[in-house]
């Protein structure tokens, strides 16, 4: 006989099944979702004349495939009508690589699209919710600008005489840059752009910038560091449509630009970065700053490379870490165990005297008597410096144009003892989208998922580096291909991926050799 608490659960089970066998039929034949454009969601600025659709499917019966699809694509966010394309009933059970088929697009064009499938009843689905993509500059006469540098901090200020309803920045900050529009910082991405052969390729990103510019005076503001360029170099061009169909403003960076060294004394992608405080301007990404001691840009050599949009996800801030724990192995020495190892940099909270230099190690390793073990990191400094301006309410300092591969960091010449939140990790990478995952009752399998995980993440910067800490942190072809299958079941690397079989055919000799291993 079985007990009210068993008969209570069988009655609840059956309630909940048949619940969630009314929602599946209520579901029956769903509506494409997941739509992408060159395995990007909604992207702004590529640059592919033709570029290639696809979605995900669903519904409740098992064994459903597609039979046909149809794809509408419009000038209006409707969607109503293609007017740009329609593919009609299309007999396919293509919903990958669908190449677009319609009237020829244009740069900074904005496109619509919507989708539907029939299934293998030949029922058709309801279509799906509209997306866009936009495309970028597709001619090299599109560009209006000339390529300028002169100083780590660039300017430019301009009237805007109606109210703004459209504006789009495609800007090539090499070899990274931060562009910056009435006192805010642009967008999320840092360390952009990617890397490339300059000599053959250069990548530029577009942005979305109306919310950002106001009827008046306005201010745009671009800092640039060395990445993997080794110089300094910035191409830029800022597009707006004001309310009356007035003629379109045009931005374009040229010798009018005024220029400084701004407080990024160095940077380098392995070395680290120096930042002092001190020689901040604030008000310099602001209408109505005084320029006058800055200087005008200079004219710039343009890299030989094709300007071509940067078309996978960016790099970004994608998580932060508290430490674990922290020692004093000598005095006024502080090293913090953040617990996982990681591509990225430290967020530094600090209040002190003006002037005040604090210094931030990294490292994987330590020695026995808990101080930094570098051995591995041959040449590489892996230091950021911070010299305080002085402010009394306190201080934050990450850097912008440079990472490391780390667990521990070492802090030195902090103004007292530092707290429980004055060192944060920022995890630094490609923002790949996690698509899989693997769970095991045995923890040793679990462990090995954990680390397959960090590592992969930690060394996708653009291009999938053999590692993360050390003067290396190249696009190796072997490392890359080893790790390709993991990669590809933990995260979505088509959009990377793309970008970097074209770095490969970049390299490509005549013959068919790639100089790499």
Known sequence: ???????????????????????????????????????????????????????????????????????????SPEVKT????????????????????????????????KVRWWDSAGKPSPYSEAARFEMGLLNPKDWKGTWITGGGQLRKE???????????????????????VNGRKVGDHVLDPGWTTYPRRVLYV?????????????????????????????????????QGGEKRLEIASDTSWRVHPGPIVSDSVYDGETYDARLETPGWDMPGFSDAAWKPATAAEAPKGELSAQMMPPIRVVDTIL????????????????????????????????????????AELLYDDGTLNVENLRTARATDVYYLRGDPNGEVYEPRFTYHGFRYVE???????????????????????????????????????????????????????????????MGWMADAHLAAE????????????????????????????????
């Open 411 to 473: 802090v030195s010449g902090y103004p007292g003892t530092p707290k429980p939140g004055d060192v944060m990790g920022a995890v630094v990478n490609s923002d790949v989208a996690a698509t899989g995952g693997f769970a095991a009752s045995k923890p040793i399998l679990n462990e090995i998922q954990r680390l397959v995980y960090w590592g992969t993440r930690s060394n996708l910067h653009s291009i999938p580096t053999d590692c993360n800490q050390r003067d290396e942190r």
């Open 323 to 362: 430490p674990l724990k922290m020692t004093s192995p000598k005095p006024g020495v502080y090293v913090f165990d953040m617990g996982q190892n990681f591509s990225g940099w430290v967020r530094l909270r600090v209040r002190g005297p003006r002037g005040t230099e604090v210094r931030l190690r990294h």
């Open 1 to 75: 006989m079985h007990s009210p608490e068993f008969a209570w659960f069988n009655q609840t089970f059956r309630i909940a099944v048949l619940a969630a066998v009314g929602v599946l039929a209520a579901f029956g034949q769903q509506a494409p979702h997941g739509l992408k454009v060159e395995y990007l969601e909604n992207p702004m600025g590529i640059d592919v004349a033709r570029p290639r659709f696809s979605w995900q499917l669903g519904h409740d019966q098992r064994g459903q495939i597609q039979t046909a699809y149809q794809i509408l694509v419009s000038t």
């Open 486 to 517: 993991s990669a590809i079941y933990n995260f979505d690397m088509a959009a990377f991926y793309t970008n970097f079989l074209r770095n490969i055919r970049d390299v490509q000799a005549s013959d068919g050799t790639v100089t790499d291993t």
């Open 158 to 180: 301009f009237v805007i005489k109606g109210a703004p309803t459209r504006a789009r920045v495609y800007i090539a900050g090499l070899g990274y840059y931060e562009l910056r």
């Open 82 to 113: 293609g007017d740009l394309w329609d593919s009609g009933r299309v007999e396919s059970t293509q919903s990958v690589h669908v190449v677009y088929n319609g009237k020829p697009l244009a740069s900074a064009q904005t496109c619509y699209w």
């Open 206 to 242: 577009t942005y979305d910038v109306t919310s950002y510019l106001r009827q008046g005076p306005n201010a745009v503001a671009v800092m640039l560091g060395q990445g993997k360029f080794d110089g300094r170099a910035l191409l830029f061009q800022l597009n707006i449509d004001t």
